[in-house]
């Protein structure tokens, strides 16, 4: 026997698929009207020689007391019963009576406006126990000749399959996209680990430089090795930021040679390494983009070129411009794609399917990464490969014109002479090795520096000196640096102070964090030493 399994039943309507992939609601209304329309007067005579064998289950309830006229046989399955006819609906559904269900019978009857419900919750007893079922609901007013309401007509479809199966596909998408943010935060949270020990890594090098100059081939080698491993943590970041869409472009009018200039040096000691020829044809024309993810997008392709061609191999990088496009192409003579896997090549870690014993190396994110910055510049990057050892071609398409707001300049690469020998700076960082080894960088420069290595103690330090400079780190313990910077400037009487901030995170809003903190400058992590030192001239 149906009775609602909730006080309050659900009579909105919600679009509801059927099997034939039309909206059910639409589809009962349509069936009512065509059965109803252009007549006047209703008897259950009237009607049954074509809704008794409907497939729809229907039923004719006359009068005040809405007494069943009229019930085929598909309505006595929905409801699972039998024993209808010549009964009143509160008679034979108690449990109905303060439902939805009877209100909107109640409501039809009394205004003769017809009304739809769908996804109508509704307790069944069948087969010996309650099921809870859903159902679209179509509720028709059947009136007399002089248009008197004298009963209705209500139709029933079960909606309960399509319900819970939409639902079922809704807790997946939602289990699907709690893993793939999961996914991303862990990424972004890798990589931001990853650039901490990069950061005493690099100044050790810097120190390595000015003071053993003798081992000048051993630090090339690991200064190498190290900018390898910024990139990849780079691109690590980059995908991060992309699939949370926190990526920025910052577009300029830049030259076309001098940004895939960039871009060539960035791979060149891969093809130096493997003694690949690389071929360069590039026009002099100028573009409007985002320089540094263009050079990225281009030496990602190169790398990728130059791990799947053999040693002694060619690869060619060209461009041209159309009308409306600027198209870079870059082709290798190397192994090639598979027809298999041509289509997904630009889908994160493919690049592992290429190669079973991962000699090329990589993590399979670069032309992810390509692709997305790709489309972020508005434009198409797709492959082409003739098979297996035919080489392969990645072509980019990207518009001539690109609207956006010019970069931030940057800083110049070289600056008048400036006398630090009486200028005091502060470094906090929790992180010994990191905070050791930029004190000892930016000493060899002529700067007294003190360290701290937490908050308290960069507090205590700070009170009883007076600094010049405070360089802080932002992911600090017990108090973050956007807090410490405003304790420091609460002590910086005289704001004589300047602040840098020193994070793994450099997008918009953290550098506007920074500033809204009350710092002059926001350093990404691994810093280089040489932007450092130039911005502490410039302070």
Known sequence: MPRSPSNSAD?????????????VADLVSEYCESEIANTTQFSAADLSSSLLDASLGTAVLVGDSLVYQLANRAYCEVVGRNDLLGRRFDEVFPELVDTAVRAALQSVLETGRSGVSSEMPVCLHMDGQDQDRYFTCSITPLRRAAGQVYGVMLIMVDSTEQVLARRATERLNEELRLASRSKDDFLAMLGHELRNPLTPIVTALELMKLKYPEVQQEQVIIRRQVDHLVRLVDDLLDVSKITRGKLELRVETVDLREMLGRAVEMAADLFEKKNQRLKVDVPSMVWRGDPARMAQVVANLLTNASRYTPEGGDVQLRA???????????EDNGVGISAALLPDIFELFVQGRRSVDRAEGGLGIGLALVRNLVHLHGGRVWAESNGEGQGSTFTVSLPLQLQGQAGDTALAESRPYVDNRHRRILVVDDNRDAVEALADL????GYHVAIAYDPAQAQEIFARESFDVAILDIALPGMDGYDLALRLRSLDTDGACRLIALSGFGQAHDKLRSKQAGFAEHLVKPVDSQRLLTLLDSL
Do not use: D, K
Not at 11 to 23: D, F, G, N, Q, Y
Not at 320 to 330: F, K, M, N, Q, Y
């Open 11 to 23: 009579a909105s309507a919600v679009p509801l698929t059927s099997i034939r992939e039309e909206p």
């Open 320 to 330: 041209l411009a159309t009308a409306a496009e600027l198209i870079i192409i870059v």
């Open 442 to 445: 930016l000493g060899m420069h």
